[in-house]
């Protein structure tokens, strides 16, 4: 059996790890947990500051507790950190999804989707000793303005790029059921331009709902020219998984 990797845990937010600092600096500490509860931000933006503050230990980092504020939360802020949470902590190098405090809420309101749309989104991703970059992109309108309303998290290298769009206020408060979900706004004419690809590299480009893990659209085969690729996004609904594989010749390198 394996040697257990140790650590301990803090009540309240990321700045209790940082009043602790001796404590997590113990090489005998190997991993930083803590909580992660949130005001009004949205949840993406609270997870980006407590692993931009607590990376600075220079170990993995786990939410071992959030959801809304310590006190509760409504089921709609509730959904949007599990789903928000689970997604950014691939993006924001976490080295695993957070944990609920509030289980019941999954079990009891059956919010088991969140966890299917994203393990069927990672299958097959390994990001160990492949040097990802991880980024925060700007998505924009087909007239070429930012949209605002929107921000995309990527992950990858030149052989491979994962992306994950959202709309920001849905980060907030998120609706309880798909059902609920496909009743929003679409939203449409959206594009992408994701660098850092092989110039000249041909890439296999698919779309994916985040809540089902299911395609959204075709699959694209499309050039990187300079390095680049500009996506045409598909309409959706909440947010949109996006896996860019290059796609490698017979006997290429």
């Known amino acids: 059996q394996l040697p257990l990797l ?7 937010d990321f700045n209790n790890n940082l009043n602790h600092r001796q404590l997590f600096e113990l090489p005998e500490i190997e991993y930083v947990v803590g909580d992660a509860y949130r005001g009004e931000e949205p949840i993406v933006e609270h997870l980006r500051r407590h692993a931009t503050a607590l990376r600075e230990f220079g170990k993995p980092l786990l939410v071992t507790e959030y959801g809304g504020n310590p006190m509760g939360a409504s089921r709609q802020r509730l959904a949007a ?4 949470g689970m997604w950014a902590s691939f993006f924001l190098e976490e080295a695993g999804t957070p944990f609920l405090w509030w289980h ?8 088991y989707q969140h966890f299917l749309g994203f393990s069927r989104f990672m299958a097959g991703i ?4 492949k040097v990802f970059r991880h980024r925060t992109l700007t998505v924009s309108r087909i007239d070429g303005t930012a949209d605002q309303t929107m921000s995309c998290f990527t992950a990858g290298n030149n052989d491979e790029q994962y992306a994950w769009v959202f709309v920001r206020q849905l ?3 998120y609706p309880e059921t798909p059902e609920a979900v496909a009743e929003l706004e679409l939203q449409a004419d959206r594009r992408l331009a994701l660098d850092g690809l092989e110039p000249g590299g041909i890439y296999l480009v698919r779309f994916l709902n985040p809540l089902s893990g299911q395609a959204v659209g075709g699959e694209i085969l499309a050039t990187a020219e300079a390095g680049k690729l500009d996506l045409a996004l598909p309409p ?7 896996k860019v ?3 490698r010749p017979v006997g290429g390198l």
């Not at 140790?6 to 309240?12: D, N, R, V, Y």
């Not at 959706?236 to 996006?242: S, T, Y």
């Open 104 to 111: 019941d809420f999954i079990h009891r309101g059956n919010q």
């Open 171 to 173: 980060m907030i408060e």
């Open 236 to 242: 959706f609904h909440a947010d949109l998984a996006i």
């Open 245 to 247: 594989i290059r796609e």
């Open 126 to 129: 390994d990001p160990r000793g």
């Open 6 to 12: 140790i650590s301990t845990h803090t009540c309240g």
């Open 81 to 84: 950190d599990l789903h928000g």
